[in-house]
């Protein structure tokens, strides 16, 4: 395993406590609703479909199509995340199937899924163009990939701060913590090209038959500076098999 990974592992085991707390909280509010939205524009069916969580954290985007009575499974790199994302589902009372796993490999029979999503995940991804190609296989004909995210490395490189409430996650992290992110951050940005532009590019050579970039989703989700606001610009970008 890359040794970037095992840092993201450590530096994710130290938040998911706290991370699970605030999705609990992202999950009561009105924020759910516009995540489901957002989900839904991209669904052209109301049948119960097969999802998979690819990065799923303390498991919020795995609850939030459970909730909708969907058959889901969510992956992570970090067995903390994955132990709280148990523990957030039962607190729910949803069913979610959370495996251990790296979303570069993937271990699931071709055309497993109807519906890929993720979220705040591919910028940690040192091979994100393997990623794409094995999720590529994941999916059943006219499926489709969700993938929320941001380029977080060309943001840190701006060095642009936000004004954002004492509640914030950011404001609760110590700052060596917020030295390790950065870190992370710039050295996996390194092997990235500027985002969006280049994941559609490797989407299209890993197969997907049709991408779309909607870079107005950020205003719509984060209308508000609040405790889930994300201070960089996120992008959501789909394709279909």
């Given at each position: 395993?890359?040794?970037?990974?095992?840092?993201?592992?450590?530096?994710?085991s130290?938040?998911?406590?706290?991370?699970?707390?605030?999705?609990?909280?992202?999950?009561?509010?009105?924020?759910?609703?516009?995540?489901?939205?957002?989900?839904?524009?991209?669904?052209?069916?109301?049948?119960?479909?097969?999802?998979?969580?690819?990065?799923?954290?303390?498991?919020?985007?795995?609850?939030?199509?459970?909730?909708?009575?969907?058959?889901?499974?969510?992956?992570?790199?970090?067995?903390?995340?994955i132990?709280?994302?148990?523990?957030?589902?039962?607190?729910?009372?949803?069913?979610?199937?959370?495996?251990?796993?790296d979303?570069?490999?993937?271990?699931?029979?071709?055309?497993?899924?109807?519906?890929?999503?993720?979220?705040?995940?591919?910028?940690?991804?040192p091979?994100?163009?393997?990623?794409?190609?094995?999720?590529?296989?994941?999916?059943?004909?006219?499926?489709?990939?969700?993938?929320?995210?941001?380029?977080?490395?060309?943001?840190?490189?701006?060095?642009?701060?936000?004004?954002?409430?004492?509640?914030?996650?950011?404001?609760?992290?110590p700052?060596?913590?917020?030295?390790?992110?950065?870190?992370?951050?710039?050295?996996?940005?390194?092997?990235h090209?500027?985002?969006?532009?280049?994941?559609?590019?490797?989407?299209?050579?890993?197969?997907?038959?049709?991408?779309?970039?909607?870079?107005?989703?950020?205003?719509?989700?984060?209308?508000?500076?609040?405790?889930?606001?994300?201070?960089t610009?996120?992008?959501?970008?789909?394709?279909?098999?």
């Amino acid at each position: 395993m890359d040794y970037i990974k095992h840092r993201v592992i450590q530096y994710w085991s130290q938040r998911a406590e706290g991370f699970e707390a605030q999705r609990l909280r992202e999950f009561a509010s009105e924020k759910k609703d516009r995540w489901l939205a957002e989900f839904q524009k991209y669904l052209s069916t109301d049948k119960s479909l097969r999802v998979l969580d690819i990065g799923t954290g303390t498991g919020f985007f795995a609850c939030v199509f459970a909730a909708e009575g969907h058959e889901v499974t969510g992956i992570d790199l970090t067995p903390d995340m994955i132990e709280h994302a148990e523990h957030m589902a039962s607190i729910l009372g949803l069913t979610v199937d959370f495996r251990l796993m790296d979303a570069e490999a993937p271990v699931f029979p071709p055309e497993s899924f109807d519906v890929l999503v993720t979220r705040n995940l591919t910028w940690t991804l040192p091979h994100i163009e393997k990623a794409y190609r094995e999720w590529y296989k994941l999916l059943r004909p006219e499926g489709v990939l969700i993938n929320f995210d941001a380029d977080y490395s060309a943001a840190l490189e701006d060095g642009k701060e936000h004004e954002l409430p004492a509640n914030h996650a950011h404001k609760l992290v110590p700052d060596y913590m917020k030295a390790e992110n950065d870190s992370i951050t710039a050295e996996v940005g390194a092997y990235h090209g500027p985002r969006p532009q280049w994941d559609v590019q490797l989407l299209i050579e890993a197969g997907f038959e049709r991408v779309t970039v909607d870079t107005g989703v950020y205003k719509r989700i984060y209308a508000e500076i609040d405790e889930f606001f994300n201070p960089t610009p996120i992008f959501t970008i789909a394709a279909y098999k």
